[in-house]
């Protein structure tokens, strides 16, 4: 137990590493999945274009879902952004700010299925068989088709063993053609995923770096103070549950006492110091309105203030001047200025 204990606070601690790790890891199968994938395409003129586009879209859109699963501060944003106002004011900064770092590590999965299907060319081959430029690669004087029937030798060109069309256009040259199209977007795809990737992720701290430097402080802090309340709360669960207990056999020796005569026991110390932790919050009805009160009033993110403010600083309210040696003063007259 104390193994398991160990590895999830490394996990805890090790958090965007984690991630990352996920992210190539569901990468990966992303792409072996596709390579296990059997893909029939249903040689129809009404279902290829469907079937086609399905298979390069609808798993992407899944696993760009899972991606935002998977990612432990969802519930986070979440409730960050549900939670009322109080007396902390919120930062539509700091919650786009954790919408792009999920979002952006979530997007790696989906990209790598696209890139995968596009370079494979079968999805393109199937969605757009019957829009072949045929009198380019192909016989267009052959009688007796309308364009309708046109349509439905055409696609057959993804299934070689029926398909029947060979005096129009070659089998071959046609899935030929779409792959080369298909592989051509793929590469599009991927030079456009990195290059995109390589603006986030260098150059927009070049632009705004304090706006970024703020929102990536306070996303780090809301992440820190949720999983030290988490904490807080576990071990306050775990010293009323001590003392509750340790009352109920108090209770029960005093019972036995009265029946048979036995001295009772005296309370270990580690209860004392449970009953200590309890910080005054011994009964069901304070916990609950303390919880309560953490959801709809978070305190101010201000350290000892002479009143209790309506808002904090990165929401965009002012603070009390803090007295400040003469140093910080200059510093702090330099950066109001910036």
Request: hydrophobic fraction near 40%.
């Amino acid at each position: 137990m104390d193994k398991f204990r160990m590895i999830f606070q490394f996990l805890q601690s090790n958090q965007e590493s984690f991630m990352n790790g996920i992210c190539g890891i569901m990468a990966l199968a992303s792409a072996q999945m596709y390579s296990a994938f059997d893909f029939n395409c249903p040689c129809l003129p009404h279902y290829n274009l469907a079937y086609g586009l399905g298979i390069l879209l609808v798993p992407p859109f899944i696993l760009f879902l899972l991606g935002f699963v998977l990612n432990n501060n969802v519930s986070m944003l979440a409730e960050e952004w549900r939670r009322p106002q109080g007396q902390r004011g919120k930062d539509p900064a700091v919650l786009r700010y954790m919408f792009c770092s999920m979002a952006q590590r979530a997007m790696i999965a989906p990209a790598v299925w696209v890139s995968v299907t596009l370079l494979d060319g079968k999805c393109i081959t199937c969605a757009f068989c019957t829009s072949v430029p045929v009198e380019t690669l192909g016989n267009a004087s052959h009688p007796g088709l309308s364009q309708g029937e046109m349509k439905r030798v055409l696609a057959r060109i993804p299934c070689k063993e029926i398909y029947d069309g060979q005096e129009f256009i070659a089998n071959e040259v046609a899935i030929r053609y779409l792959c080369c199209i298909s592989q051509a977007l793929g590469w599009c795809f991927v030079l456009l995923m990195t290059t995109l990737a390589f603006l986030v992720r260098s150059l927009r701290p070049c632009f705004t770096q304090a706006a970024f430097l703020k929102s990536r402080y306070w996303s780090h802090y809301i992440d820190i103070e949720r999983k030290m309340f988490d904490e807080t709360c576990a071990e306050h669960a775990r010293s009323f549950a001590k003392v509750c207990i340790q009352q109920f056999f108090e209770g029960m020796s005093t019972d036995l006492v009265t029946a048979h005569c036995h001295p009772p026991r005296k309370a270990p110390a580690d209860v004392g110091e449970a009953a200590e932790k309890l910080l005054g919050i011994t009964d069901q009805g304070s916990m609950n309105m303390a919880l309560k009160s953490w959801h709809r009033c978070k305190p101010p993110l201000h350290l000892h203030p002479p009143t209790l403010p309506s808002g904090n600083g990165w929401a965009g309210e002012k603070q009390p001047p803090m007295h400040l040696p003469a140093p910080r003063k200059e510093m702090a007259a330099y950066y109001s200025r910036v």
